[in-house]
Structure formats: C-alpha cells, structure tokens
C-alpha cells in the first residue's frame, strides 16, 4: 500500500512514519519543486521562502546545511556559499498536506540578499507599501 498525505492527517500522536515513502508522498509540483520556509529558530521569525527539489532536500536533511533550488539559475543552492550566511537546519517540518516544508533554522547574518535580516520587510498598510528595516550590511552580489 502506498502511502498518501491523508494517512499522516488521520494518524494519532506519536505514530511514526518512514521518512522515503513520506516524501514520495508529497505533491511536489510540476518542475518537481515544493515551497520551503525558512525561520529562524527560537524568535520564530519567517526569514525566506525558496523552493526545493528532491536532491535539495535529500541534502539538507544529510548534511544539516540549507540547500534550495534556484529556479533563475536552475541549479543547486547552498544558502551562504556565496555570502557565508548560512542557514543551519534544526528542525524540518510539513505541513498537513504537504504542499510546503517548515525549515527551522540558525540563520547566521542576514537571510535576504539585500543584507536585511529578513526577506518580508516590506508591509503592506492600507495604500501603501512601508519598508520596515534597513540592510544590516551591503547586500550580497
């Protein structure tokens, strides 16, 4: 029998699963990519969302360093490569159905490209768009 989302959903606390037949479960999408949030650990606040594939994932559950697809470059991407702020996977969660992966992480420096600690700091209020923080330092190339 293969397993499915919905036996997770109707599954009692503390039931346990195989990690394969898990994520063979899950609706990646067509290009084979699923959603994947990265927050930073202890604040509990959301820092990115970057899609992963399949080996993405696979590596960052092996190695405990974030690793995402980048859908631009078409290629693996090890956050922190370039600009050595990277993301130290502590937890990795699903949601109930699947659709995105919860990645609690130690972000070391800032998470956006722009050098902002978070990649959400523009807030949208009322008719207008409010940046909310400054760059912490010059933004990665």
Known sequence: MKLTMLDLEAAAVGSR???APVLEAL????????????????SGEVLMLAWMNRRALDETLTSGQVCYWSRSRQQLWRKGESSGHWQQL???RLDCDGDAILLIVDQQGPAC???RPTCFYNAIEDDQVHILTAPLKEPAA
């Open 17 to 19: 699963f195989p990690l």
């Open 27 to 42: 609706p990646w999408n067509r290009d084979g990519l699923i959603a994947a949030i990265a927050q930073q650990h202890g």
């Open 113 to 115: 490209h722009t050098g």
């Open 90 to 92: 502590i937890e990795a």
